[in-house]
């Protein structure tokens, strides 16, 4: 059976984390803090696609689906390393990675993908299940009356914290992506929380 | 009459939004590599997990008392058994035992037979003077110390160093009188 615990204790140790890294190790220091934790995220994305066990939560009543998906991952990282045309896999990965990569974690499916056939991949998540319980401290004054300088600033800092709640995530996918043989950059994007796009 | 607080966690936790424990145990074990690495020093990443742990349990408390409905405990015993049986079990659904209580009735120990945190985990050689489970020390004292218990909270036995079970001796200091009455309205 596969072993479970409350999502509390997965958002707390993220939320945690975070606050660590951010405001006390390298309180002055964002950058190396972001770069800090998308190493934590990189080194999970790894293990948990290495592990092979993904989407195997429904094993329990019937056991041949579990060994469909350890065959069908084993494949994956098999048909890589016999370097399958480069281009259909790197699709197919993305797809994986839209489909039962993101499911597993955020128990949902990425709401739209989009490719310029050139190796960039968009991934959007309308509603980023890791956003979604995150509050933001601004206290915007009157907004109609307040200057448009201190508002864009308070926006601004809002943005600043929830993007490093992004590097976790970012890491996790090119931690798993870079396991299935593609190296990648992944950055993210959110102009509406808690929507979240990543590209890459 | 005050409603009876729950024996077990075991219905709350079956209730409650739960995730495949790999990700939460391999993020645990990302974020102490992490920390070996930027600190350094293994006491230091000790007192860190401690300090996170501690962090978590100020929030955490809120969480459990919501959901476990749980009311004052009559004393320090009912309240290391609810967290053993209650409060382990719905986070991380494995429930702890209570034992090796002194005279007093002021010190005791959880013992952990089953630990999520430590799956797939082997401790290298260079790493023995680490509290590898520091992290639920500190949500122990984190969480008590809301409810206005100061605790010392350390490791006994610990699987990762050899022993058969894990153990954390959870010692009252002293119990901080709430003052009565709050001024709300000021």
Redesign the interface.
Known sequence: M?????????D???I??V??YADR?YATKPDLAAR?IE???Y??GH??SE?G?LGC?DTVTDTRTGLGILGELGQWIMGYTMERPRFSDHLEAIKFICKDFWS??F?KQIDNLKTNHRGTFVLQDNRFRWLSHISIDSSPESPGVSQDGSEATVENKAAQAASMHLYFPCGIIRGALTNLGIPCAVSADISNLPACKCLF | MPAVAPRSGEAIFASAERINSELFTLTYGAIVRQLLTDLEEVDEVNKQLDQMGYNIGLRLIDEFLAKSNVSRCVDFKETAEVIAKVGFKMFLGVSATVTNWDAEGTTCSLVLEDNPLVDFVELPDTCQGLHYCNVLNGVVRGALEMVSMKTEVTWVRDMLHGDDAYELQVKLLKQIPEEYPYKDDE
């Open positions: 596969v072993r479970e615990v409350a999502e509390s204790c997965v707390s140790l993220l945690e984390m606050s660590s190790f800090r190493a934590i995220g080194q999970v293990q948990l592990r066990r939560t597993e974690i128990k």
